[in-house]
């Protein structure tokens, strides 16, 4: 099959893209199949207190692997590119369904992402290669389209599939699809490198040493530790260092990761800060909605996941909108005002509405479904723009530094409402676990917030404590009486019924299991209500900094020059 034509006087026809669309939609998924599944997960192999680390050991590496795969496809012939690293993503995979412990999956997440990366920025690199700008809307649309039910669709699978199955069915699900399409991606055209054949390994380093210590800051920082402690200060001075370091190699090699002289290009400048704030709050809408809605609306993981549905038509629906507009006009720049103008608004009415009160559910998925909408409007404009102004030999180079700064901003967004997360949590629960349960003996940290069959089951664990001192004490043991007069949850009758002394009213034991029943259930709701309540506000942050990011996209929208769109490939 042949590329696209060049001669002005024959209509271009583009070859069929389905294995391109097929493992975009693959690798968006595996960013967020597993948001409602991370409770379940974290439970069976131990999770600790990172809930967002599996998602963060996932981004990070995407982030990193996409530069480096659309430099690969200037260096080398883009279908063996994009083959190769589907393979590597597809044995990521099966890595991952095959985790014996936290640890193993973190470490084959890290390598699944980084196949994910270079499979997204490569894939994405041949579609412009074949694709003439003026036919960009329409595919960008499809694009988008596809992108944002991947990753709103993939909790929902996520959830069914947990609630079912087992959470390795999330990544044993991928593996049949990246088979097949890898097979039909060697079906595509054949087209030549048009760049050199050097891959900037300093470049790739510093870039490292640029993402890893500044994901780490905003994981750690206020959280674990403090923001003024020599760790964190020493990974933000790492993070500087690397980037100037970054921004002065790249400037001398034949064949950069990425030339910082095009950032001098209007275009291309604000079309990244606009990209990057863009991504860092479109995830953390798909990744967090659905833990309020487990652990404030009591929904079970596939409810939380098909809470996404109204994020998937709205998003659907901006996106098709969008890239009809632009196909129609060849035109992007309002577009990018109005959607991140309106997901700005619309991210900061969440947020007050979450502070006030735990809002009605038709209330919060309207919200939501007007946010997606907002985010279609504008979340390809920038790819759009970029590429309109790029020669055909740096499209590898810029195509995939637009979606690293993508990454980049979606995995440092995610880890740092993490850490406001545990804020969150660390300040309204553990004084509370402290009183109510540690004179019983039970031990439940804050690090088990998300394993919701733990709190579900926490009536139980308070009940059976009460009952076997309730009996040692009616055996006449002291401590054990000791035991139960210090905890906070007994009312002053019922200690004074159970004095070791001998003299116990006739209907003690139905007293006690009647009243040690009411006060099982009293605590547990106690627990889960400050839970709730950290948890809703944790929520209202995440919208807050959403929002934030908006508008700073809005204000990059707002100076972005807008160029006619051309028709033909450069």
């Known amino acids: 099959m042949a ?311 709205g998003n659907i629906i901006g996106a098709v909108i969008a890239g009809n507009l632009i196909t129609k006009h060849a035109r992007y720049r309002k577009l990018g005002l109005w959607g991140t103008g309106l997901a700005a608004l619309t991210s900061f009415l969440t947020m007050g509405l979450l502070l006030v009160q735990d809002p009605p559910l038709l209330v919060l998925l309207s919200m939501e479904a007007l946010l997606a909408f907002a985010y279609g409007l504008c979340t390809e404009v920038y790819s759009v723009a970029v590429q309109n102004v790029t020669p055909i030999e740096r499209q590898g180079m810029t195509g995939s530094a637009l979606e690293f700064v993508r990454q980049l901003g979606a995995a440092l967004g995610i880890a740092l409402v993490g850490s406001f997360l545990l804020l969150s949590l660390d300040d309204h629960l553990p004084d509370l676990l402290k009183k109510r349960l540690s004179p019983l003996g039970i031990e439940l940290k804050v690090t088990q917030f998300e394993d919701q069959a733990m709190i579900e089951g926490l009536r139980d664990q308070i009940l059976t404590s009460l009952r076997k001192d309730a009996e040692a004490c009616l055996k006449g043991d002291h401590v054990a009486y000791e035991r139960l007069n210090r905890s906070p949850i007994l009312s002053p009758a019922l200690k004074r019924d159970l004095q070791p002394d001998g003299h116990y009213p006739k209907n003690i034991v139905k007293r006690l299991d009647s009243a040690m029943e009411q006060v099982a259930t009293s605590t547990q709701q106690e627990i889960w209500g400050a839970l709730s309540q950290a948890v809703r506000r944790a929520q209202a942050l995440v919208s807050g900094l959403c929002g934030m990011l908006c508008l700073v996209a809005f204000y990059a929208s707002w100076k972005l020059p807008e160029k006619e769109l051309r028709d033909l490939v450069l």
């Open 3 to 313: 590329p696209p034509s060049n001669d002005p006087g024959s209509p271009a026809r583009l070859p069929n893209l389905t294995p391109l669309y097929l493992v975009l939609g693959l690798t968006t998924m595996a960013s967020t199949i597993l948001a409602t599944a991370l409770p379940t997960l974290s439970g069976e192999l131990g999770g600790g207190r990172d809930y967002t680390a599996v998602v963060t050991a996932f981004m990070l590496p995407k982030a990193l692997a996409t530069p480096i795969g659309g430099r690969l496809v200037d260096s080398f012939p883009p279908r063996l590119v994009v083959a190769l690293t589907c393979l590597l993503y597809l044995l990521g995979t099966m890595g991952c369904a095959m985790s014996g412990s936290m640890n193993q999956l973190l470490m084959f997440r890290a390598l699944q992402g980084l196949g994910a990366g270079a499979l997204l920025a490569s894939a994405y690199t041949f579609m412009d290669l074949l694709v003439p700008p003026r036919q960009q809307g329409q595919v960008q649309a499809r694009v988008a389209i596809i992108l944002g039910l991947s990753a709103a669709i993939a909790p929902v699978v996520g959830g069914l599939l947990t609630e079912h199955l087992g959470w390795r069915w999330c990544f044993y699900l991928n593996i049949p699809p990246l088979a097949l399409g890898w097979v039909s991606i060697l079906r595509l055209p054949n087209l030549q490198p048009r760049g050199g054949g050097v891959l900037d390994g300093m470049g790739i380093l510093l870039l490292a040493g640029i993402a890893f210590p500044l994901l780490m800051a905003l994981s750690w920082g206020g959280s674990r530790m403090p923001w003024t402690s020599p760790l964190i200060v020493g990974l933000l001075v790492t993070t500087l260092l690397a980037a100037f370091g970054f921004y002065w190699a790249e400037r001398t090699p034949a064949e950069p990761l990425f030339d910082p002289r095009m950032l001098h290009q209007p275009i291309i400048g604000w079309s990244f800060l606009a990209a990057f704030c863009v991504g860092g709050s479109f995830l953390n809408t798909v990744i967090y909605a659905p833990l309020y809605m487990s652990i404030v609306k009591g929904s079970s993981p596939f409810e939380a996941g098909l809470s996404l549905l109204p994020f998937i038509i």
